[in-house]
């Protein structure tokens, strides 16, 4: 709660830093969408390449195929040997059986390569869309955070602006991507003459093929050997994804945005620690330092893991024994750490918290700015209770440059006399003249020696100490000190008195009051 009303006190004094202050919460909350975003990304390539892991151990050993086609096309080379083949003709045979195995490469190469592409394309098509239907709410909801007081015509028409040109972009998106992935005509026209190519040579094999003994064999193993080469080819395929999924899990990629959140905090601490002096005051400091706001960190991250296994030894230096540590020099380094932790599944989450929420909760936006006020090299948590309520009083009068009546309730509470005669009047006489200030007070020297102007007194008929009241239940009386009406011949206890004997008589050390302000002016008393 004070951190929150120096800041609010800082804002409404300087506008440099309400500026930077505004500009900030946009740029932190476009990281922490950023960060989100990306862990998302990396979550789904990790899935990714979790399924073609899988796919892949269907497949067996790349050895081990390799060595099986090798073994076959030993047993097909030893069937043409025993076949009613001539040299010329075994040649030609092993011309066309190599080709064709070539052909049969190239055909699941350029398919499979046609069938990314589409994936691509269906992929890119899909995340545009999202894309563009986010941007209208995320411009709105930027322009509404840096100026909450916008007016709904500007919104509106801001907003229509915004839909013209997000219109404008789709129906290019959409040009470019039909013209960009045009290669996948030309591709598939090329697959289709490769598959033709192929039909041809399987018509040229023939008859030499029925010239081999033991025919059926020779197709068995044939068959075989394309099945095993289609395989290895898939082999080849998956370990290239495999490679480009691992090369694409790239940390780094999240950690800089995080990175970037992280010294913005730093950029404001710093910008509040130059301010030096709040304007208009008695030489109030104020400085600021970063922190962590460990309550919503446990929530969100520790509650979810397993602590069988203490988090500092799951985790590293982000923790000692199983409480997190914030080392604004070193918190980069250890979150780093934390989250190859995470990544690595070093650490024991509980059921229903899986790796992606891990991250996010890990690299949640739990920074806070912790303010410091001091007055003549005292901190205004070491202050004396005197002394921090005028500070407290001098932050609460500048939470608004205004000139607003502004309503205080007991100023007093905590402070003694001689602090409220010696300081809080002199502030009081001075800050009046700048604002209407309204106060709800017990203490006399409050309402006298700070020269009130008007004086409300208010009284609870049916009290018996109160005294009665002439017609309501609640009534009320009001003029200056000075001010010496009254009616004698009223029923009402405050009618029946002046302004300055009900001070005497409600408010402790009235008549002392009066005393020190009729002798200070040279007053008579009345």
Do not use: W
Not at 210 to 220: A, V
Request: with cysteine.
């Amino acid at each position: 709660e004070l951190d929150r009303l120096i800041e609010r006190t800082i804002i409404e004094n300087y506008e440099e830093f309400r500026s930077v202050r505004e500009n900030l919460n946009c740029e932190i909350s476009e990281l922490t969408q950023k960060i989100n975003t990306f862990i998302g990304e990396y979550a789904s390539r990790e899935s990714d390449l979790r399924t073609i892991k899988e796919k892949r151990k269907e497949f067996g050993d790349k050895d081990a195929v390799e060595k099986s086609i090798s073994d076959i096309e030993k047993q097909l080379e030893e069937l043409r040997q025993t076949s009613e083949l001539s040299d010329e003709e075994t040649g030609m045979y092993e011309d066309l059986v190599t080709r064709r195995r070539e052909l049969s490469g190239e055909v699941e190469i350029r398919s499979q390569r046609i069938r990314a592409f589409r994936v691509a394309r269906d992929k890119l098509e899909a995340e545009l869309r999202l894309f563009l239907d986010s941007v209208a709410k995320r411009v709105k909801d930027h322009v509404l955070q840096a100026h909450p007081r916008v007016d709904t015509e500007t919104l509106a028409d801001i907003e229509k602006t915004v839909e013209e040109v997000i219109g404008a972009v789709r129906s290019k998106a959409n040009e470019h991507t039909s013209l960009c992935f045009d290669v996948m005509a030309m591709e598939t026209e090329e697959l289709r003459q490769l598959i033709g190519e192929a039909k041809d040579l399987e018509e040229q094999c023939k008859p030499f093929e029925e010239k081999i003994r033991n025919k059926e064999l020779y197709e068995r193993l044939e068959s075989k050997r394309q099945d095993e080469a289609q395989k290895l080819q898939q082999i080849g395929v998956m370990d290239a994804q495999i490679v480009q999924i691992r090369h694409s899990l790239d940390v780094g990629r999240i950690l800089e945005p995080f990175a970037q959140r992280y010294h913005l905090y730093r950029q404001l601490v710093s910008q509040v620690n130059t301010l030096g002096e709040i304007p208009n005051t008695d030489g109030l400091q104020v400085s600021a330092k970063l922190d962590l706001d460990y309550e919503r960190f446990e929530t969100a991250f520790c509650k979810n893991l397993d602590k069988r296994t203490t988090l500092e030894t799951q985790f590293g230096k982000l923790f000692v024994g199983n409480q997190v540590v914030f080392d604004e020099n070193d918190h980069l380094d250890q979150v780093a750490e934390a989250l190859s932790c995470v990544i690595n599944a070093r650490v024991k989450l509980k059921a229903g918290f899986d790796t992606e929420s891990a991250m996010k909760a890990l690299l949640g936006d739990y920074y806070v700015v912790s303010y410091d006020v001091t007055q003549d090299g005292d901190d205004i948590l070491n202050m004396s209770p005197g002394k921090l309520g005028i500070v407290l009083f001098q932050l609460f009068l500048h939470l608004s440059n205004s000139k607003d009546p502004i309503l205080i309730d007991q100023p007093e509470d905590n402070l003694d006399n001689r602090t409220i005669y010696q300081e809080l009047n002199d502030f009081i006489r001075q800050k009046k003249v700048e604002r209407q200030l309204i106060l709800v007070t017990h203490n006399a020297n409050l309402v006298v020696s700070t020269d009130s102007e008007n004086v409300i007194v208010a009284n609870q008929g049916g009290r018996e100490k109160s005294g009665a009241n002439e017609a309501c239940r609640f009534e009320y009386v009001t003029g200056a000190l000075e001010c010496l009406s009254m009616d004698a011949k009223s029923l009402g206890v405050l009618q029946s008195k002046r302004i300055r004997d009900h001070v005497c008589e409600i408010l402790e050390g009235g008549k002392e009051a009066f005393e020190r302000r009729e002798s200070k002016y040279g007053l008579s008393r009345g």
